[in-house]
């Protein structure tokens, strides 16, 4: 098994891009934005994906607990529930 270290400064630049982000994990969010209409299911952030382009919106793992998958969103589609 190959593992190899990060470069130099990879971490902190991951951590930055991270710092972001306007919601962490946890945090209760209801869906707005692209979708057909607003919902009323509250959905957890699980996960906050790093973004790799200034001019996308930071992203989000979110899972409601009706649902058994988790969805990607963009961080202009969510709002705090």
Same mark, same amino acid.
């Given at each position: %098994?190959? #593992? /190899?270290? +990060?470069? +130099?400064? =990879? #971490? !902190?630049? #991951? /951590? !930055?891009? %991270? =710092?972001?982000h306007r919601f962490k994990v946890g945090d209760d969010v209801r869906l707005f934005g692209t979708f057909e209409r607003p919902s009323n299911t509250n959905f957890k952030v699980v996960r906050l994906i790093p973004g790799d382009r200034e001019d996308l919106p930071p992203a989000y793992r979110v899972k409601s607990a009706s649902e058994g998958h988790e969805r990607m969103v963009k961080e202009d589609e969510i709002r705090l529930a």
């Open positions: %098994m190959n #593992l /190899q270290r +990060p470069e +130099p400064g =990879a #971490l !902190s630049v #991951l /951590q !930055s891009d %991270m =710092a972001k």
